[in-house]
């Protein structure tokens, strides 16, 4: 099982409010992602990173922002909270699988936060 | 547009039955395939993954397929057990960009019933 963590697990909170979410990985890889998922709907890719002081938007637009301070830790903010941010998020990290073709570039993903703003 | 379709949106089986789960994808240039398991709350959890010149992955009870001509793949179940209720994510990856882009299925859901 891979070792990415995210924290809280489950987090339920008023509009307005100041949050972030918390994942760390212990596998010492360089990429890091953050996805956001709605029931049924497939993951949208939110935030990501190449390394350290790297961060990139992804594909779907969201108010949230990012740090990479050290290899392990890719939190992600949000500076005021509101309804529309009630999702699923995911977090995940990659490196070239040792003995795989250079293509794999398998992503590792954390058990994820479920965000509720009321 | 790369797009990943799959089917049944959601199936429901008998323990110990076999299942069938489709994917199809229109990612150009492919890079490769794989197929996650998520359980409810959970973060997606890798079965299998095939390159170009790969046409079978075996992993336990679950056997993908991957016929990239017709860029169709197919995630087989058997002897199903309670435990495999769960999404069943197809995703593939393009050759495009460094970063290796994936492109999401909405997910099988597949519910096992004793």
């Known amino acids: 099982e891979a070792d990415i963590y995210q924290t809280p697990r489950y987090l339920v909170i008023g509009t307005g409010k100041k949050i972030t979410l918390e994942c760390s990985q212990t596998?010492?890889?360089?990429?890091m992602y953050w996805y956001q998922q709605d029931p049924g709907m497939e993951l949208h890719l939110i935030h990501y990173?190449?390394?350290?002081?790297?961060?990139e938007k992804g594909d779907l637009s969201s108010e949230s922002t990012v740090s990479r301070i050290r290899t392990e830790h890719f939190p992600l903010t949000l500076e005021s909270a509101r309804p529309s941010h009630t999702s699923q998020y995911l977090c995940?990290?990659?490196?070239?699988?040792?003995?795989?073709?250079?293509?794999?570039?398998?992503?590792?993903f954390g058990p994820g936060t479920r965000l509720t703003v009321l | 547009k790369n797009q990943v379709e799959q089917s049944p949106q959601s199936l429901i089986i008998l323990e110990g039955k076999n299942c069938t789960l489709q994917?199809?994808?229109?990612?150009?240039?492919?890079?490769?395939l794989r197929w996650y398991k998520q359980d409810t709350g959970r973060g997606p959890v890798s079965l299998t993954i095939?390159?170009?010149?790969?046409n079978t992955k075996s992993n336990g009870r679950y056997t993908a397929t991957l016929d990239a001509d017709t860029k169709q793949s197919s995630l087989h179940i058997t002897a199903s057990q309670l435990s495999d209720s769960a999404s069943y994510i197809c995703?593939?990856?393009?050759?495009?960009?460094?970063?290796?882009?994936?492109?999401f299925g909405r997910g099988t859901q597949l519910t096992v019933w004793p």
């Open positions: 995703v593939v990856s393009d050759r495009g960009s460094t970063l290796g882009r994936l492109y």
């Open positions: 095939m390159t170009f010149s790969e």
């Open positions: 994917c199809n994808y229109t990612v150009s240039p492919f890079s490769n």
């Open positions: 990173s190449y390394g350290v002081n790297s961060t």
């Open positions: 995940a990290s990659s490196d070239r699988t040792s003995g795989a073709p250079s293509s794999y570039n398998e992503q590792f």
């Open positions: 596998m010492g890889h360089d990429k």
